[in-house]
């Protein structure tokens, strides 16, 4: 039903998350992720949204990422129709896929990237989505919209896309968190909505919000003539 991608840029300090799936809301049921935590994509036939919190509780304690899908998973009597990959704080990777996914569906994971999915059209599906990745050129949010292009070309998932959603996390910037609910193509809406995203005023506001390494950012003074002209608007 679904795939997805979690990696670490380890030159910038970005963390960077995408999926899309056959069915509504992949962001709201998938993706998960904070700067002190990593990241988690729990999917499935029975996704388990608990298993996307309680991977990123394990990792902000200190656990590696294969440590934290085992305790995660292990318990779980239904954990043969769920997924789940995770991407720890230093970026190690793990992922689990359970005995009752729907073919095809697997994971590759490695130092700072894992890619999952199931209910695929091909076997290609997550070498495409690994590959479109690691060859784009651009930013992260530019990446990985190429990788989710990529693995859509190759026969994504049987049902057609209805929702794409991506993640993106550094310490100097606004979380990024771009979502599409519902739409006949959606990573053409989710590329849409990443370009208006980072065009102006959105992304010059952006500026002056608040990070994780300046939790207290605002803007400056304004003159008064930039306060008659604010009034005036």
């Known amino acids: 039903m679904t795939f997805s991608l979690l990696t670490l840029d380890r030159e910038t300090g970005t963390f960077g998350a995408a999926a899309a799936t056959g069915s509504l809301c992949v962001g709201g049921w998938v993706l998960r992720g904070d700067l002190d935590s990593g990241l988690s994509a729990s999917q499935g036939t029975a996704p388990s949204t608990f298993w996307g919190e309680d991977v990123l509780a394990a990792m902000r304690e200190g656990l590696p990422a294969d440590q934290a899908v085992a305790r995660a998973t292990g318990a779980d009597p239904g954990r043969a129709h769920r997924q789940l990959a995770a991407l720890d704080p230093a970026g190690g990777t ?26 695929l059209g091909a076997e290609t599906v997550l070498p495409s989505l690994r590959a479109g990745f690691l060859e784009a050129a651009g930013d992260m949010p530019a990446r990985l919209v190429a990788a989710l292009r990529a693995a859509d070309r190759d026969a994504s998932d049987y049902r057609g896309l209805k929702s794409a959603a991506l993640l993106v996390l550094h310490p100097d910037h606004p979380p990024l968190t771009l979502r599409i609910d519902y739409a006949e193509a959606p990573i053409d809406a989710l590329a849409d909505l990443l370009a208006r995203a980072q065009a102006q005023p959105y992304a010059g506001w952006l500026d002056v919000v ?15 003539d930039e306060r008659r002209t604010a009034t005036r608007q």
């Open 94 to 119: 793990a992922a689990f896929t359970g005995d009752e996914s729907i073919e095809v569906s697997g994971q590759i994971a490695e130092p700072g990237l894992v890619v999952a999915g199931n209910m």
């Open 210 to 224: 608040p990070v994780a390494a300046d939790r207290t950012r605002a803007p400056g003074p304004r003159t008064p």
